[in-house]
T-cell receptor
Framework: DADVTQTPRNRITKTGKRIMLECSQT?????MYWYRQDPGLGLRLIYY???????NKGEISDGYSVSRQAQAKFSLSLESAIPNQTALYFC?????????????FGPGTRLLVL | GQNIDQPTEMTATEGAIVQINCTYQ??????LFWYQQHAGEAPTFLSY??LDGLEEKGRFSSFLSRSKGYSYLLLKELQMKDSASYLC??????????WGAGTKLIIKP
């Protein structure tokens, strides 16, 4: 079984709709992240959480919100989707206790906003 | 501003060697990562450099020069499965990861 899972894997929605992307992990990591990836651009951080009570904005948080329901779950919401939020979204986790703190990514959610 | 530069695309031949360069300008430096991303898949960790020099890991090596703001990823004995995008990322003084746009590597038989 995958250590980091994301649902849904693909989603088509319309402008103005609220949608939620979910992420679950079985790695036992405290740190979780949401990134988006667009063609020709590097991964951009939307939000991150270092533990259940900690939520931090990343470089592109406008139009997004998150919820850390448990150590294992971190969901991303688009309150009112717009076409330029069409992108590939990745959830990731990391372990602060590792000698090298690498990111472990979920399989991604491909979102299309019409 | 902070910036990571990598070539957009490179082509190489199966069995050959290829070097993918990455230059960076960031506010501080706390390490450089290379990730591999196959088309339609998630990035996976390849290597990490925090001190100058070469880190070797099987067919893959990564080099860092902090004074030049420069790194490269060297792939030897290329295989078709190495066709992927290679992402360079730098941890800045605030321990935030800054990502390059990635280099798409195409391997030809």
């Amino acid at each position: 079984d995958a250590d980091v899972t994301q649902t849904p894997r693909n989603r088509i929605t319309k402008t103005g709709k609220r949608i939620m992307l979910e992420c679950s992990q079985t790695k036992g990591h405290d740190r979780m992240y949401w990134y988006r990836q667009d063609p020709g651009l590097g991964l951009r951080l939307i939000y991150y959480s270092f533990d259940v009570k900690d939520i931090n904005k990343g470089e592109i948080s406008d139009g997004y919100s998150v919820s850390r329901q448990a150590q294992a779950k971190f969901s991303l919401s688009l309150e009112s989707a717009i076409p330029n939020q069409t992108a590939l979204y990745f959830c990731a986790t990391s372990d602060f206790g590792q000698e090298v703190e690498t990111l472990y990514f979920g399989p991604g959610t491909r979102l299309l906003v019409l | 501003g902070q910036n990571i530069d990598q070539p957009t695309e490179m082509t190489a031949t199966e069995g050959a060697i290829v070097q993918i360069n990455c230059t960076y300008q960031t506010s501080g430096f706390n390490g450089l990562f290379w990730y591999q991303q196959h088309a339609g898949e998630a990035p996976t960790f390849l290597s990490y450099n925090v001190l100058d020099g070469l880190e070797e890991k099987g067919r893959f090596s990564s080099f860092l020069s902090r004074s030049k703001g420069y790194s490269y990823l060297l792939l030897k004995e290329l295989q078709m499965k190495d066709s992927a995008s290679y992402l360079c990322a730098v941890t800045d003084s605030n321990y935030q990861l800054i990502w390059g746009a990635g280099t798409k590597l195409i391997i030809k038989p």
